[in-house]
């Protein structure tokens, strides 16, 4: 029980920030979690959340295992997607007739490219230690130039049933595609880190990168590897986006999301300084993030002040949820404690517990 | 003999140097420097970079110079770069709207022809010669007009503007605030794409919308992205919409997927921003009548029922996904 107790403890923000948000919603309307079918598909709130959310959960994950390794972020994340989905989509034009094939082997092209974006930032950030942001920054601002010349100057349209059934449902499944391939991608990272020991190297070295090395793990190349992996979230990311969105649009195409997908991994009670993670924070963090916008559009606030109410309730949750705070909080609490113990309990047992709850305190 | 045949040829020499340089003149191309954004701005730039260069070129009779960035220092630079070179008009689309007083005035002075095009600039209309701009107001107004023909009993508005505050955003959002002031329409739930224009924050603002239980028949956004992401939350909980559905839709730009959506009925109408002002600089330099002061362009709105493959091919900017293809 307290193994279990303490493994969720890090949880305890996103979820209770979810919980807030999930009575805001009932409190509004009471039909928030009733879900329908509209043509062979389930409809309502939580489908089009976990849809709406998909991109930015994948980034998310991503995002969480380059900060824990490297102490920093990645901000060229929307606009690598934009790159591995411009290629996706210039090989699917250039085949003529669209088959699955095609979707397929275009999609594992574009992993290649993102594995080579992730090895850029990557080489820089683990071999040149250069500061993640900063190493990002170079895609940031020339990668839409990029994806711009690879569209050929426009913005090329992917009007064929099988990227319009990935963007929306396969007919016959219940289940909109996006939400499946998202619970694959996490059910992949799952396995992975099931399976090897790259959770306990990816802390090691966030932790402490010298003590690392002198232990026989090479942070380099653990660095470089949260790139490579961080390359292929944004690969399927860009994948899914744009199948959704049915065209390129190398302007628009996941603008900004860093900003939501670094929030993510810090709502999920990640420390954005590196080391210790938890990628299923993140990936609540993730869905929190979009319910939050919905439940501002749900509670209609206006278009010109929805983004100061959507910082104001972030500024509170990290002002909450800061060491500070915690600590603060904590003290009160054994304050509360030691007050109740001296109350119920002989006086002698009380003086030691006040006596020690002090000694903390110095 | 000798001296008389030297300056003989000293005088031919002199004579076709200056033939030469008259010939020159004569056959001299109008020399233009035209600044402008990039066209990866948008697909609205891309096709204003686009025209400005199949305008401006040598058989035309332009000798054309172009700077595109979206750094207004780095404008203003190339637009004092060119007048030391002496163009004879100077075209600007500007990044920001202020800061260009100086510039402005250097090129008059040099008495070179500033034409504005596409952005207006903070200055005092002195400073240049014309402006060709696309009225934001005049395309909401348009709109809005179309919105309130359709015949509707009620009309109940999804309002999805672009980013706040910005040129485009105020002046299609004015019509139909106005309109809903004056009891014309109704605004049943008034969202925005954000600061990109975005596709999903529109496709976002429909489902709250749909979530709320709120009855709307016209969705009015406010570029052509946002109008597709309305459509997918539309399509998604199974709402008819476009030619003979429920949910009438508009969107801006002229982006030709959206034409041919609007061709296909799958749409309702789209409301033109039109990038191509060069032939019109083009013809007021030819005849050398440039008119003073700001000039507003004429743009359509096009319907179901006018649309027509040459429409689409003239006015749309953007890749064409071909007839009947619907991009959902």
Known sequence: MHKLTKSFSHLVLPISVMTLLIIINLIKGADYFRITMVNGAFYGNIPNIL??????VILSIGMTLVTAASRGQDISIGVSATITSAVFVQYVLQAGEVTLLTIVVGFLLSCVVGLFLGAFNGTLVSVFKVQPMVASLILFTGGRSIAFMIDGKLSPILANDISNHIGTVIPGVPIQTPIILTVVFIALVAVLFKTTNLRLYVETVGINPNAARLNGINPKKIIFLTFLIMGICTAVAGFIAVNKAGRHDSVNLLKLIMMDAILAVAIGGNSLIGGKFSITGSIIGAYTIEMLNRTLLRLEIEPATIKVFKAVFIIILMVVSSPVVRVFMKKALDRVRTWRLSLSQPKESALSTTYIAEKEEE | MKKTLGILMILVILGSGVLFAAGQKESGLIKVGIVNLPPEESGYRQANVEDMNNVFSVANGYDAKQTNTLDNSEQIAAAKGYIRDGVDYLLISAANASGWDD???????????????????DTDKANYQAAILSDMAYEGEKAVEWVLSLGLDKINLILIRGQMGSAAEIGRSAAVLDAARKGKLNIVADGTGGDSWSLEEARK???AAIAAGKDFNVIYAQNDGMAQGAVQALQAAGISHGKGGKVKIIGFDFN??????????????????????????????????????????????LTTETITDELIAKWG?????GKGVITR
């Open chain 1, 51 to 56: 849809f709406g959310a998909s991109e930015l």
């Open chain 2, 256 to 301: 030709r997927f959206a034409l041919r959506n609007v061709q296909a009925g799958y749409w309702d109408a789209d409301m033109q921003c039109n990038p191509r002002q060069a032939a019109e600089i083009s013809k007021w330099i030819k005849s050398g009548n440039i008119p003073s002061g700001i000039v507003y362009q004429e743009e359509l709105l």
């Open chain 2, 317 to 321: 900017i953007n890749a064409d996904p």
């Open chain 2, 205 to 207: 603002v429909v489902e």
């Open chain 2, 103 to 121: 510039t402005l005035k250097s090129a008059k002075d040099a008495g070179i022809q500033v034409i504005l095009f596409d952005r207006a600039i």
